[in-house]
Every structure is written in C-alpha cells, then in structure tokens.
C-alpha cells in the first residue's frame, strides 16, 4: 500500500481560529512528508515539510506533527487569515527511487 | 527560484487526437515529473524521469508516452485523447528524487471532447 488519506476535503473556519488537516500513510517506509499549499489558478507550492527523525517542526504559523507509529501526520495552520484561503495537499514519500504521493487535498475557507 | 514552464497552457482537441504537452526547466534539475490533478484525486503521478533519456513509469501511466530529450525538456504525449484525459497537468522538477521539494509549472488544462 501507498496510498496517501487526506481528510476533511473541505474545511471552513472563521478567521482568526487555527485549521487542522490530516493526513494518513500506508507505508511504513516513508520518511518525507511535505505540504504543498495550492492558490486559485495556481500551482501548488511547498509551504512546510518535515522528515522522519523529527515529531513536530514549526515555522511561520504553521506547525506539522508526525506521529509514524500510527503512520499519520497533520499540519495545523495557528491564526488563519484570508490568504489562508487555499488547497492544500500532503504528500508522502520514501527513500531514493521513489516519489511523492499526494493526498486527495483539503480546500480550506477562511471566512471573517 | 526554480522555474518551470510549461506549454500550451491551454488545449481543447477532439477523442482520438493527438496532443503534446511541454515542460521546461532551468533549474538544472535532475528529476522531471508530470502529474494531472483531479478533483476528489488530488495529484497523481503519470511518468517521471531522472535524467535525459530516462522514463519511469507512475501511477497513473495508461494512455500516456513521455520523453525527456534533454535535461531542461520533458514531454507528455497523449496518442489517442479520450475524454477521461480532460484534466489540470502539472509538470514539476526536483533536484533529487523523492527527499526534495518538488517546484511545479503553471500548469496545463487540457479538455478532450
């Protein structure tokens, strides 16, 4: 299994208030986890990423959590804002020889 | 930062047509890829390549050719279009493999009709 779960598809919250998506992964191998934020009409682009020897990395209100035990890793957007607003997908991968396999992807709404 | 273009940015060709999507980068990157993005799917990858002349094959591979001709140029060949190759394409280059931060292209919307 390769598959990556991403969960909610849709998510909508009022500014202000934090955003937690969630993502699962079947293999036990992976070891490269990055989020990918999506605006309309854009290309995805990496807004964080952590890596298997870590359990949490934090950087610009965004924080990441890796729990590899339960092979599950979230991102949680603190203080969300308008630009927010976006698609966001995780990814999983393993080692050299692989690639990054994509969630199904989270639109999230900030709302005022 | 990394640049990826790709060309045409949009394609509208009948079932059974031919189409060739382009994708450049400057990067110097050794690793190319192109992904199509569904809705309820997310990104899936089609083919990707290490280097010139090189083609791997993804998960999503069925009625798609692919040729990297150069280390700057990968190419997505579409034979035969049928209407479930209407999609969003994202082409992305990465300077290794799987480990690396994957730059994207603006995209390319093809419509199969």
Redesign the interface.
């Known amino acids: 299994g390769e598959q990556v779960e991403q969960l909610p598809s849709i998510l909508r919250v009022q500014e202000g208030s934090s955003a937690s998506i969630n993502c699962t992964y079947e293999n036990s191998a992976s070891n490269y986890f990055p989020w990918y934020k999506q605006e309309p009409g854009e290309n995805p682009k990496l807004i964080i990423d952590i890596r298997s020897n870590m359990e949490r990395k934090q950087t610009q209100g965004l924080i990441v959590l890796l729990d590899k035990k339960a092979k599950r890793f979230s991102l949680h957007i603190t203080d969300t804002q308008p630009g927010d607003s976006a698609m966001y997908f995780c990814a999983a991968s393993a080692n050299s020889g692989t690639y990054q396999r994509f969630g199904t992807g989270t639109k999230l709404q900030v709302v005022p | 930062e990394a640049a990826v273009t790709q060309s045409p940015r949009n394609k509208v060709t009948v079932t059974g047509g031919n189409v060739t999507l382009s994708c450049r980068q400057t990067n110097s990157h050794n690793y190319m890829?192109w992904?199509r993005q569904d809705t309820?799917?997310?990104?899936?990858?089609i083919h990707?390549s290490y280097g010139a002349g090189n083609l791997q094959i993804?998960?999503v591979p069925d009625g798609y050719k692919a040729t990297r001709t150069t280390q700057e140029d990968f190419f997505l060949l579409l034979e035969l279009a049928s209407p479930s190759q209407t999609s969003l394409y994202?082409c992305a280059s990465s300077e290794?493999?799987?480990?690396n931060?994957?730059y994207?292209?603006?995209?390319s919307r093809l419509i199969v009709v």
């Open positions: 890829y992904y309820g799917h997310g990104l899936r990858l990707y993804g998960d994202f290794g493999s799987s480990g931060t994957l994207f292209g603006e995209g």
